[in-house]
């Protein structure tokens, strides 16, 4: 009963909230670029939101004639190395409703990417993706796009954003990974949602439920929900039987897929899991992921023939 294949089925023993859009994201009238003069007082307010159609603020607008026309002086700058060209151009595509510029410009606020950082307005272009696309068709290329949108409010919406209106608020949070997980069967929804039940955080404290989100995700290839669902396995109770050796078996594959900079956790449970582990266990959960291994390998020759 652990994670079924279909998403829909885990929602329906969930009796979690039901499935609809979420209500509007919260937003507010952003400052123009002309409202404040550089260096002046004013300088440090919140850049520009997405709803019009901006420069970059240290540059007015140059006119395109289409979104795609602004795309490709996107590119074009881009590989010339002009930043501020290039989000001059993105913004305006963005303010046509383009939605990868707008998810692009999101991330680029939200890391600081070629633009300084700015949480509020990368918050503004993911709210309006959510906000206009919730419907978009899962398992197309804009659905991936508008699920990473829903993941990226939840965990703003889960920490807040310090000096703004955007507090934290764990229902809201919720309802994003939610959404995001179910409809869209996002794995970083599924595993922010599985995170929340175990945490109790915007919902009722549900360990099984938790195992059925982090399962659905863990068998997307999300490491970090590999490394959690098998440490679920390993440790059992609540609800999740123990099954040492499949525990082992999906911190191993965790393991493989681990970024060494930013995921060393997953590495040093990995460790620490198999060096507690009996010889027999170790060698039973090997040989499953060698038969994984198999498995996606042969299945992978399948779909190039």
Do not use: C
């Not at 929900?225 to 396995?233: S, V």
């Amino acid at each position: 009963m652990l994670g079924g294949p279909q998403v829909a089925l885990a929602q329906d023993f969930s009796g979690s909230k039901p499935l609809l859009p979420p209500r509007a994201i919260p937003g507010g009238a952003l400052p123009e670029p002309e409202d404040s003069v550089p260096g002046g007082p004013g300088a440090a307010a919140v850049a520009p939101g997405p709803d019009t159609p901006t420069a970059h603020t240290a540059l007015p607008l140059v006119p395109f004639t289409s979104a795609r026309d602004a795309l490709k002086a996107w590119m074009r700058d881009s590989t010339a190395g002009n930043k501020v060209g290039a989000v001059r151009a993105l913004e305006y595509a963005a303010s046509q409703g383009h939605l990868t510029a707008q998810y692009k410009l999101g991330r680029m606020y939200a890391g600081g990417e070629g633009v300084p950082a700015n949480d509020l307005k990368a918050f503004e272009y993911f709210s309006k993706i959510a906000d206009e696309n919730a419907d978009a068709m899962p398992g197309t290329a804009d659905a991936r796009l508008v699920g990473s949108a829903f993941v990226a409010l939840g965990n703003y919406f889960s920490d807040g954003i310090k000096g703004s209106y955007v507090k934290p608020n764990p229902d809201r949070a919720f309802d994003m990974f939610h959404y995001a997980a179910s409809y869209f069967g996002d794995p970083d929804g599924q595993y922010n949602l599985a995170r929340l039940y175990m945490t109790g955080q915007g919902a009722s404290r549900d360990p099984r439920q938790a195992a059925r989100w982090m399962k659905l995700a863990a068998e997307k290839g999300h490491a970090p929900a590999r490394a959690a669902f098998g440490e679920m396995l390993l440790r059992g109770g609540e609800g999740v039987p123990r099954q040492p050796v499949l525990g082992l078996m999906w911190l191993a594959m965790a393991r493989e897929g681990a970024d060494p900079a930013r995921e060393a956790w997953i590495i040093e449970r990995h460790d620490l899991a198999f060096a507690a582990a009996s010889a027999s266990d170790r060698s039973a959960a090997l040989a499953l992921i060698e038969r994984q291994h198999l498995l996606n390998s042969r299945g992978g020759n399948a779909a190039q023939n």
